[in-house]
């Protein structure tokens, strides 16, 4: 049972669907089923890809965490000021 990946012909919505035995997906947005069947990339693993993968984890991390520090401080200024 494989997983594709279409693009809606109507609406150009992209989307993965598991197709199972003779079936025929539809797009969830519009409703059709004038598909176009994409070429997947296929996911390869390795110490390269798992390094920039982790970058990317921390950096994410990293911008989260200083949203919740400005966040709380406009907390704390707002409270306060009413406290």
Known sequence: MPIYEYRCAECAHEFETLVRGDNQPTCPECGTDAL??????PRVKSSSTRDLSMRAAKKRDAGQAQDRMHE????????DRHG
């Open 36 to 41: 176009e069947r994409l070429m997947s990339l």
């Open 72 to 79: 709380r401080i406009r907390y704390e200024e707002s409270h």
